[in-house]
């Protein structure tokens, strides 16, 4: 330590005295307004979009509210931004202040042993060192006592601390907090963030849907937009951004394959059927979301209602032969059925269904008896239940409760997700006509574990695959069938199962 000494003593009562939990209070404080103000930043942006999109208004004055909107979305995200940054700092602040604190105390209470106080101990400590550096180069000197090793620790934290209060400061007086006249208003605020500054894309992370919806939510709103129009393909099946956005990203990229005369017959035909079946719905009034669209996989998954805000989620996997091309309609048939009976299950209750065909379902005779499709799909399923999962938290939505309902083959693939690393990020799973699992219920690692198997479902009662789900050694909860239901009937309307499934998915069914 170089430097007059003499204040030292004065500057460690100083720090012991310092208000410690007032500034907790505080950082505690700005990160309520920064929770607060995440959510209410998304649902800003979503008007945006939708204003934009011209689907509820148009003309002159939508597009005027929609620039506004935009505009607004815009500010919001800068002060979104700068909260964070100083958040971080402020945190930075505490933890320092903290250490600072009860060092200082340390060195005092220390100090109180020593004959001429903490301040001639660094001084003869100082002393000590330039003598012990000119005899010996590189020497350290002599070992700092007790007393005065906790002075220069205290006095070296609250220098830090006081560096991470200027950073935070900073970051504030960026958009005007720290000025003698900060921001008045909205117009005031407009005034310091540069809405027409070009847009820099960041690069796409490729880590797990947590990092990716961690950089997508960081973006503002118009370099989202940009990043959707330039990169559709790599942004489309991205799990860890909103469902929105793969929308977006999604129905580009069917706009360009039923477009263009280059796209191959048969990923053409699966476009116009993926295209058909949303007109259908959307013109039935049903919100749709293509969550996924890879003609080239034959895979594609399709939602009905907002995966981003539902309270409820469903998704149906389905097993053996099923294609987007030729079962896409009963699919969605399916998952409109199961929205339906959630409803009824739980009328106030916001659900989406979605038809999950995100893997490449067996089709020839050796596929069908094998584990190898569903171990991609089963990577496939956990990382779009965990994209799902990560970009609601991205933004500090609520959880949904989330539901995967396996049929056939689907149950294989719902078995190997849960086999990869980590929590299948599921409250429930339903089994339907499984021709059998590994291990048990528990080991699916989900809250709840359900099952359907009748007696007329040939399928069930094969175990090819393993344990049969409805035998009582596999430990799950048997739901309600018909004895001649057969294997494709368990979704079926006048079936007692299908109300059963509505009960699971809106979370008022008790397992056991």
């Given at each position: 330590?170089?430097?007059?000494?003499?204040?030292?003593?004065?500057?460690?009562?100083?720090?012991?005295?310092?208000?410690?939990?007032?500034?907790?209070?505080?950082?505690?404080?700005?990160?309520?307004?920064?929770?607060?103000?995440?959510?209410?930043?998304?649902?800003?942006?979503?008007?945006?979009?939708?204003?934009?999109?011209?689907?509820?208004?148009?003309?002159?004055?939508?597009?005027?509210?929609?620039?506004?909107?935009?505009?607004?979305?815009?500010?919001?995200?800068?002060?979104?931004?700068?909260?964070?940054?100083?958040?971080?700092?402020?945190?930075?602040?505490?933890?320092?202040?903290?250490?600072?604190?009860?060092?200082?105390?340390?060195?005092?209470?220390?100090?109180?042993?020593?004959?001429?106080?903490?301040?001639?101990?660094?001084?003869?400590t100082d002393r000590l060192a330039a003598a012990a550096v000119a005899l010996v180069p590189g020497a350290t000197g002599a070992s700092p006592g007790p007393a005065v090793a906790a002075a220069r620790d205290a006095l070296s934290h609250a220098a830090a601390a006081s560096a991470a209060a200027e950073r935070a400061g900073a970051a504030l007086a960026a958009v005007g907090a720290g000025d003698a006249f900060p921001p008045g208003d909205f117009a005031a605020l407009a005034a310091r963030v540069p809405l027409a500054d070009p847009v820099c894309l960041p690069p796409t992370p490729t880590g797990p849907p947590e990092e990716v919806a961690a950089w997508w939510a960081a973006l503002p709103l118009t370099a989202q937009l940009a990043a959707l129009r330039a990169e559709p393909v790599a942004l489309g099946g991205r799990d860890g951004l909103p469902a929105w956005a793969r929308d977006l990203a999604n129905r580009q990229l069917l706009s360009t394959a039923l477009a263009s005369p280059t796209t191959p017959p048969a990923a053409a035909a699966t476009a116009r059927v993926v295209a058909r079946r949303i007109r259908a719905e959307e013109a039935a009034g049903r919100r749709v979301q293509l969550h996924l669209l890879d003609l080239t996989g034959d895979r594609a998954v399709l939602a009905l209602g907002d995966l981003d805000t539902a309270g409820a989620i469903?998704?149906?996997?389905?097993?053996?032969?099923?294609?987007?091309?030729?079962?896409?309609?009963?699919?969605?048939?399916?998952?409109?059925?199961?929205?339906?009976?959630?409803?009824?299950?739980?009328?106030?209750?916001?659900?989406?269904?979605?038809?999950?065909?995100?893997?490449?379902?067996?089709?020839?005779?050796?596929?069908?008896?094998?584990?190898?499709?569903?171990?991609?799909?089963?990577?496939?399923?956990?990382?779009?239940?965990?994209?799902?999962?990560?970009?609601?938290?991205?933004?500090?939505?609520?959880?949904?409760?989330?539901?995967?309902?396996?049929?056939?083959y689907g149950t294989v693939v719902v078995d190997e997700a849960a086999d990869v690393a980590g929590p299948l990020a599921a409250d429930a799973v339903v089994l339907l006509g499984s021709p059998g699992v590994e291990d048990d219920a528990a080991s699916l690692g989900v809250p709840e574990v359900y099952d359907a198997a009748s007696p007329a479902d040939l399928v069930a009662s094969l175990g090819w695959f393993g344990r049969t789900t409805g035998s009582p050694a596999y430990g799950s909860t048997g739901l309600p069938v018909d004895a001649d239901t057969g294997h494709s009937e368990y979704y079926d309307r006048d079936r007692p199962t299908l109300p059963a499934i509505g009960e699971v998915v809106a979370g008022v069914r008790t397992p056991g």
């Open positions: 330590m170089s430097g007059p000494v003499a204040e030292h003593s004065a500057r460690l009562a100083a720090i012991a005295a310092w208000e410690v939990s007032g500034l907790r209070r505080a950082v505690r404080s700005l990160a309520a307004v920064a929770d607060r103000l995440l959510p209410w930043r998304a649902r800003l942006e979503g008007v945006a979009r939708s204003l934009a999109s011209g689907e509820s208004w148009s003309g002159h004055a939508a597009g005027a509210a929609a620039a506004a909107a935009q505009e607004l979305a815009t500010v919001t995200w800068t002060v979104d931004a700068a909260l964070e940054e100083s958040l971080t700092a402020f945190e930075r602040l505490a933890g320092e202040a903290v250490a600072a604190q009860v060092l200082a105390g340390e060195a005092l209470a220390l100090a109180a042993a020593l004959p001429d106080g903490v301040d001639a101990a660094l001084r003869e469903a998704l149906l996997v389905p097993g053996i032969g099923n294609t987007p091309g030729d079962d896409l309609r009963g699919l969605v048939t399916d998952a409109r059925a199961v929205a339906d009976a959630a409803r009824t299950a739980d009328p106030r209750l916001p659900v989406a269904t979605a038809v999950w065909l995100g893997y490449d379902t067996p089709g020839s005779p050796r596929d069908v008896v094998s584990r190898a499709p569903a171990w991609a799909g089963g990577a496939a399923l956990a990382a779009s239940l965990a994209g799902l999962d990560a970009a609601r938290e991205a933004v500090a939505r609520p959880d949904a409760r989330t539901t995967v309902l396996g049929h056939s």
